[in-house]
């Protein structure tokens, strides 16, 4: 399909596995993305979501702003 890219495509676009790329789908974190029967699709020029995890930190502060 034309404009559209597969689960295994953005996988290796994005550098991660094919099945986190369907969990994205699945959780509505890509932009565009749509389900046709068994497969997803999903647009050319989506980007890759963020992972929504705080960064990591030597002392007991958390970087995160909600808590």
């Known amino acids: 399909m034309n404009g559209y890219i597969t689960v295994q495509d ?3 676009k994005w550098g991660i596995t094919p099945r ?14 749509t389900r046709m029967s068994r497969i997803w699709i999903i647009p050319e020029d989506a980007e890759k979501p963020t992972t929504g995890r705080c960064a990591s930190s ?9 808590k």
Do not use: P, W, Y
Request: glycine share 4%.
């Open 10 to 12: 953005a996988a290796e």
């Open 20 to 33: 986190q790329v369907q969990v994205l789908c699945k959780e509505q974190r890509i932009k565009g993305a």
């Open 58 to 66: 030597n002392t007991r502060e958390s970087n995160c702003n909600d």
